[in-house]
Every structure is written in C-alpha cells, then in structure tokens.
C-alpha cells in the first residue's frame, strides 16, 4: 500500500510541477512614451505571454533604461540583449548598405518595398548583409511614407535651408546636407525639448499621424505664431521601416 501511494505522490509531482519560465531581453529604439512604436514591443511581449501560457516572458527595455537608443545593434550583436527593436537607418555609419532595406527618398512605397523584400531577393540581400554581423533580421513594421519634416520658419527656396539644424536620418540627411543643411541624428526621446530649447531649427520624424502625437505641430506653430494650415511642410518621400534583430 505505501508502495502504492508513493508511486501516485510521484506521478502527481510530474503531472503538477511548475513548467519551466523563459525569459528574453530585448532592448528598444523608442521609449514608451514614443507614440505607436513605443507601445509595439509591449504589445508583442503580452501576446507571446499569452501565447506561451506563460512560459515565454520577454522583458523590454527602453532607453531610458539602456541609454543607447542608437545602438541597439551593438548591444544584441555583444549579448547584452537577446531581441533589438529598431530601424537601420540608425547604423549607416556602420555599414551604409543596411538604409537601402528602409530609407530611399523618392523610393519604393510601403506595399512595393514588402513586395520587393519577399519576392524579389531582398529577403535574401537582408539576411546577407545581418549574418555578416552575426545577426538574424525580421522585418517588424512600416510606417510608410515619411516627410521632410517641420519647421519653425517658411522654407521659401533652397537658400532658406542653408545652416538649419534639422534632425533627419537615413538617406534623407544625406540629400539635405547636400543642399547645405546640418543633418543630425538626435535621438528620438530628446526631439521635442531639442526642437523647443533651439537646439534644432527642424524635425523630420514619420508622418503627421506620428508626429502630431508628438507635439511638434505646437512648436511649429508656437514659433510662426499663425495657424495650423499654414505650418510649413517640405516633403521628401521616404519609406521607413522597423527591424526586428537576434542572435544568429
């Protein structure tokens, strides 16, 4: 009889032990206070907990946290984070062919991009281009056509543009710098206070879905002192797009 019960006392300690929780680190681009795309990584977090029954935890972190917001790649390249949330265009001085998958002005619209990446090679040129960094690439969204951004003062010809300080990256800033602007890659949480304080003359962020959320429309119109219609636009057809990088 004790055999017995001993026997049912282990079999109930398999059939009700503890299953096994994995937990993965991924470090993110954008904080949560970033409109839409800070809010993405959580969003995938709760559904691969829910997906997992709870066995597959990943814990986000944002810059606030990793203070490297431009340098995710690094970060997941050494170790120190499992997943990377972030876009390409952030590493084009590292290898200047990794914009070409998000970045082109007056390039490919999101649909044609995608369409491209599955099945015309890019896929293949992608996983290329990673594996040479020991990373695995996803791709992780699009935020389609970018413009070129705000300003706080009308942009009547080319000369007008010489000297400003304009956050735009990828290559957006090249073109622009071209055309005489001090292109610079401030890092997303730091672009309202930048445009604000004068540190920037301009900022080119996503679109106006994404950027009215992030309230540069008020500094705009702050500084011209006219209505909302007439804040100045300059367009510049960019596709941005966000990357999803492990291991591999």
Do not use: C
Request: net charge neutral.
């Amino acid at each position: 009889m004790r055999f017995v019960l001993f026997i049912l006392f282990l079999s109930s300690s398999f059939v009700f032990a503890e299953p096994k929780i994995y937990t993965l680190t991924l470090a993110s681009s954008w904080g949560e206070q970033i409109p839409h795309l800070g809010q993405a990584p959580l969003k995938v977090a709760k559904l691969v907990d829910e997906m997992s029954s709870g066995r597959l935890k990943i814990r986000v972190d944002f810059p606030q946290k990793h203070k490297a917001p431009l340098g995710i790649m690094d970060m997941v390249k050494e170790g120190l984070y499992d997943i990377g949330y972030t876009t390409s265009v952030y590493y084009k001085g590292k290898d200047y062919k990794l914009v070409f998958f998000m970045t082109t002005p007056f390039g490919m619209t999101t649909q044609e991009q995608y369409a491209w990446y599955y099945h015309g090679g890019g896929k293949e040129l992608f996983d290329k281009m990673y594996t040479a960094y020991s990373l695995v690439a996803y791709p992780g969204g699009s935020v389609g056509i970018s413009m070129g951004g705000w300003f706080k003062k009308e942009i009547k010809s080319l000369d007008d543009l010489k000297g400003l300080k304009i956050r735009i990256s990828g290559q957006g800033g090249d073109v622009m710098a071209r055309l005489g602007v001090n292109a610079l890659s401030t890092p997303p949480g730091e672009l309202y206070m930048a445009m604000e304080t004068g540190l920037l003359d301009a900022v080119e962020w996503i679109s106006p879905a994404f950027d009215m959320a992030m309230g540069f429309h008020k500094i705009a119109q702050e500084e011209l002192s006219v209505p909302h219609s007439k804040q100045h636009l300059l367009h510049l057809q960019l596709f941005v797009g966000v990357v999803i990088l492990v291991v591999g």
